[in-house]
């Protein structure tokens, strides 16, 4: 479980930073070699080798991947030109002075949009792309050609659709449920979230994200760019917030109490 303590980051920031950090390893890594992958002398997966592609001919996405912290950088550099509407970041004041109490983490809700930061495996069809996040949440982007929906039913990762600019899949996601309980980057039921996903070697992919939410935020905010690996020896366990679940609300009805660590829990 994710440790909470006070933070010296400006409060739009803080709960931003939050939002776009990395989710501390839980899961078991368990190491298979996926059959079919051009190999080195020495059984290592071929980076050289030509970029994968899937049978209708489109960059082959499928695998598990985790986010290269080395190469993607802070998150506190990523969100540096972020600006908040005034409600959001009070919101985001309010969040950070009450601990995060309220966070998904501390209440074993869905990760949300933050999500993307977690560990996951990707199934691609020509039809449909699935990604599969070992806290039993999937998310679904739907290739077949349908517009975008004005008005889809909410949902913790939101309603994904998705087209191949080239080489890049382009995926836009709306209908984010839960806007004001629960969220480390304050949103509205207007934010819609774009990614570019491009593979740079076989092995090696970016993803680009722009976030446009005109009730949170005073302009569309692009967070650059983050470097993903594919692990083609790995799969994951399943992990389960509920199962050891070890963070309370302390006696001011604040989180940040760690069972397991009190000795890092805020003073």
């Known amino acids: 479980m994710p440790i ?61 991947w985790r986010e290269d912290q080395s190469a993607t950088g802070p998150a506190e550099k990523a969100i540096a030109g972020l600006k908040a509407q005034p409600w959001a970041e009070a919101l985001s004041k309010k969040r950070v002075e009450d601990l995060g109490k309220e966070d998904m983490g501390v209440l074993c809700q869905p ?6 930061s977690l560990p996951r495996k990707i199934v691609q069809t020509p039809g449909l792309l ?6 039993l949440t999937y998310r679904q982007v739907y290739m077949d050609g349908r517009a975008l929906e004005d008005d889809p039913n909410p949902s913790w990762l939101g309603y994904s659709v998705g087209h191949w600019e080239g080489d890049t899949l382009v995926a836009e996601t709306v209908g984010f449920a839960e806007v004001s309980r629960g969220l480390n980057f304050p949103y509205s039921d207007q934010m819609k979230i774009v990614e570019r996903f491009h593979l740079t070697d076989p092995d090696t992919m970016t993803i680009e994200t722009t976030i446009v939410d005109p009730k949170a935020l005073t302009m569309p905010y692009s967070m650059g760019s983050r470097t993903l690996k594919r692990h083609r020896n790995w799969t994951i366990a399943e992990y389960v917030c509920e199962e050891n679940n070890r963070n309370f609300v302390d006696g001011q009805g604040k989180a940040g109490i760690n069972l397991a660590h009190p000795e890092a829990s805020p003073k």
């Open 4 to 64: 909470f303590r006070r933070s010296k980051i400006p409060a739009a920031l803080a709960c931003a930073v939050l939002w776009l950090a990395p989710v501390p390893a839980r899961a078991q890594w368990i190491h298979y070699k996926t059959p079919g992958i051009p190999r080195t002398a020495d059984g290592k997966p071929n980076l050289a080798a030509p970029t994968p592609h899937a049978a209708d001919g489109k960059p082959d996405l499928t695998g598990l």
């Open 111 to 116: 990760a949300g949009p933050r999500a993307g």
């Open 130 to 135: 699935v990604i599969l996040n070992d806290d």
